[in-house]
């Protein structure tokens, strides 16, 4: 895995008024002018946004949706989880604010596989538009929604081929993205799958390439305060006993988010 960097908080602009731009129902992007993490961001880090609001302390983490091809800004791309919370306040901060960031943080997904396929499930699609932009070789993408509108699927289809499930069957096979796998005939076995999604998708997947022996890497989402490994607050279960903790844990924001899959218990 590509090891972060360090952290460090930066101040950004933000360069659109995320108001006008949903991508799907609650479902919105951001363009963050901030050049010193963007230079570093690796596909699969995140940053911890600082809201100016006194009542909410603690930073909202986000994963990075994509990089500007000159690296100087970051888009993201997140759900606004309900009426009062950081989310619905960041979606309403106005073109040209001032924002404060904390990263990029966290280990990202390997660049050296050159046949891979993506799995992508809901709002754990817009971590994966990064790397299958820099990846070389063969690249394949497995997005699944609940339905409505097939939001960055587009954008995917511009470096490999894109199959698509939908729990309601507006959107490709009616189902899961294993679901599409096995009605695709999508032959994972000499690839390299990297996932994000919730944690049923992941688990599900997590068995499949186990029993078939495939080389999977999967992103975890949890809860976070501190963003930096220090509070302890977003640990997972794993295989083996973390060095920091001398327990079968792994701190989701430092270690993480992405992990080889046998290493994590899901």
Same mark, same amino acid.
């Given at each position: 895995?590509?090891?972060?960097?360090?952290?460090?908080?930066?101040?950004?602009?933000? !360069?659109?008024?995320?108001?006008? !731009?949903?991508?799907?129902?609650?479902?919105?992007?951001?363009?963050?002018?901030?050049?010193?993490?963007?230079?570093?961001?690796?596909?699969? !880090?995140?940053?911890?946004?600082?809201?100016?609001?006194?009542?909410?302390?603690?930073?909202?983490?986000?994963?990075?949706?994509?990089?500007?091809?000159?690296?100087?800004?970051?888009?993201?791309?997140?759900?606004?989880?309900?009426?009062?919370?950081?989310?619905?306040?960041?979606?309403?901060?106005?073109?040209?604010?001032?924002?404060?960031?904390?990263?990029?943080?966290?280990?990202?997904?390997?660049?050296?596989?050159?046949?891979?396929?993506?799995?992508?499930?809901?709002?754990?699609?817009?971590?994966?538009?990064?790397?299958?932009?820099?990846?070389?070789?063969?690249?394949?993408?497995?997005?699944?929604?609940?339905?409505?509108?097939?939001?960055?699927?587009?954008?995917?289809?511009?470096?490999?081929?894109?199959?698509?499930?939908?729990?309601?069957?507006?959107?490709?096979?009616?189902?899961?993205?294993?679901?599409?796998?096995?009605?695709?005939?999508?032959?994972?076995?000499?690839?390299?799958?990297?996932?994000?999604?919730?944690?049923?998708?992941?688990?599900?997947?997590?068995?499949?390439?186990?029993?078939?022996?495939?080389?999977?890497?999967?992103?975890?989402?949890?809860?976070?305060?501190?963003?930096?490994?220090?509070?302890?607050?977003?640990?997972?279960?794993?295989?083996?006993?973390?060095?920091?903790?001398?327990?079968?844990?792994?701190?989701?924001?430092?270690?993480?988010?992405?992990?080889?899959?046998?290493?994590?218990?899901?």
């Amino acid at each position: 895995m590509l090891k972060s960097s360090g952290y460090i908080t930066f101040h950004g602009n933000l !360069q659109k008024n995320v108001q006008s !731009q949903s991508v799907e129902g609650n479902i919105y992007e951001l363009w963050i002018e901030v050049p010193d993490i963007a230079k570093k961001a690796m596909p699969g !880090q995140f940053v911890s946004i600082f809201l100016n609001d006194k009542s909410r302390l603690l930073p909202r983490p986000i994963s990075i949706c994509s990089v500007s091809s000159d690296k100087t800004s970051l888009r993201l791309v997140y759900r606004v989880t309900g009426k009062g919370s950081g989310t619905e306040f960041l979606s309403t901060m106005p073109r040209g604010a001032k924002i404060d960031l904390l990263g990029p943080a966290g280990n990202g997904f390997p660049l050296d596989s050159t046949d891979t396929v993506l799995i992508g499930g809901g709002i754990g699609i817009p971590p994966l538009l990064e790397i299958m932009k820099r990846l070389k070789g063969r690249r394949r993408a497995v997005l699944g929604y609940k339905g409505g509108s097939p939001f960055l699927k587009d954008e995917f289809e511009v470096y490999g081929r894109v199959y698509t499930a939908s729990d309601d069957g507006s959107i490709g096979v009616k189902g899961t993205v294993m679901d599409a796998v096995l009605k695709n005939e999508i032959d994972l076995n000499h690839a390299t799958v990297m996932a994000c999604g919730p944690l049923p998708m992941l688990r599900a997947l997590k068995e499949y390439c186990t029993l078939y022996d495939i080389k999977c890497y999967v992103s975890l989402e949890e809860r976070m305060a501190c963003s930096i490994g220090a509070c302890l607050a977003c640990v997972c279960n794993t295989v083996e006993k973390d060095s920091h903790s001398c327990v079968n844990n792994a701190r989701v924001c430092k270690d993480g988010p992405v992990f080889p899959a046998e290493e994590v218990v899901l």
